[in-house]
């Protein structure tokens, strides 16, 4: 008999991690799927750390004799699962014992919902907790139904946490290959045709590695977009009554935003004159907006400085992110 759920788990080298990761899966008060690991040519031990589950739950593995890249990689899961429902687990991400079954539960309840999502916590390399729940640390609220323009405002939904009907695939087509990552643009498009419900439960754990805090810029031009800016160019093509539905300022803060954002990743890591690049352009987007100018003049500042500048913005970031807790923020202005 074909599984319900077919879990997909990508995974370069992830020797590491992924033995945890499974465990998670093998823990799972909800039986009733296939796991499919995508190797995207790993060249340390995480085959052999995949073979050790071999006999202890229904495990497929597909080998990729080079890297692909994420997009490609759960692209060949899904095209090999049997299940009726997707659900995706990186290999250094963990789920509660109760993943499954609440959201399958919940997917069998409500017919008319095409994914469903949780909150989550974040973790440290290590395991340590670092936010117990993302939802009560950050005051953060999060709306079912028809969730499509508070999506496109903010990329709220995190890949570990979702089951999705494998109906959405097979209608709308699988992940833009394009894109070096493209599970927000996924998730759009499916917002877009279903509904996206909510679980306002902790079902999983998202780790935080000290590589997220860091890039390699070696080869990266400031002057192209984010994968994220990519996916809003996207979908507004492959929509474009968004334009009117939304309005053009609201689509333009979206975008500086995103510029804006771009620019602080380069300003933390020391280039200054590359973040006033995406940071122009999110002036001339929304050239009202006070923190823009803020960082444009951090920006000149010599390394040392910048980083008591970051320090003072995150504090104030701290502060800003309290006194909005009480207060609900309106649908398109959720920031997440």
Known sequence: MKPKIS??????????????????????????????VVNDGSTDGTCEQVNRFAERIPIKIIHHTSCQGIARSINDGIRASSGELIAFLDHDDLWFPNFLETQFAYLQAHPDVG????????????????EASVSACRGRTRASGDVFPNLFMDSFIVGNSVLIRKECFERLGLIDEVLR????????????????????????????????????????????????????????????????????????????????????????????RNARIPLGKAIRLAPMTPRFYVLCAASFLQPSQAVMAQKMWRAVRRVFSKSKTAEPSPALANRG
């Open 7 to 36: 879990v997909i788990m990508p995974v370069l080298n992830g020797e590491r991690y992924i033995g945890e990761a499974i465990e998670s899966i093998v823990a799972q008060t909800y039986r009733d799927y296939e796991l499919i």
């Open 115 to 130: 994914m469903v999502h949780s909150d989550f916590q974040t973790i440290d390399p290590t395991g340590e907790i670092l």
């Open 181 to 272: 990552w493209g599970d927000y643009h996924m998730w759009l498009r499916i917002a877009r045709h279903y509904k996206v419900d909510y679980v306002a439960k902790v079902l999983t754990k998202y780790r935080q590695h000290p590589t997220q805090q860091t890039r390699d810029f070696s080869g990266e031009n400031p002057h192209d977009d984010s994968v994220g800016l990519k996916a809003i160019r996207s979908i507004l093509e492959l929509y474009p009554e968004v334009r009117q539905e939304l309005g053009e300022r609201v689509i333009c803060q979206r975008m500086a935003a995103m510029y804006f954002d771009m620019a602080y990743i380069w300003f933390a890591a020391g280039y200054g």
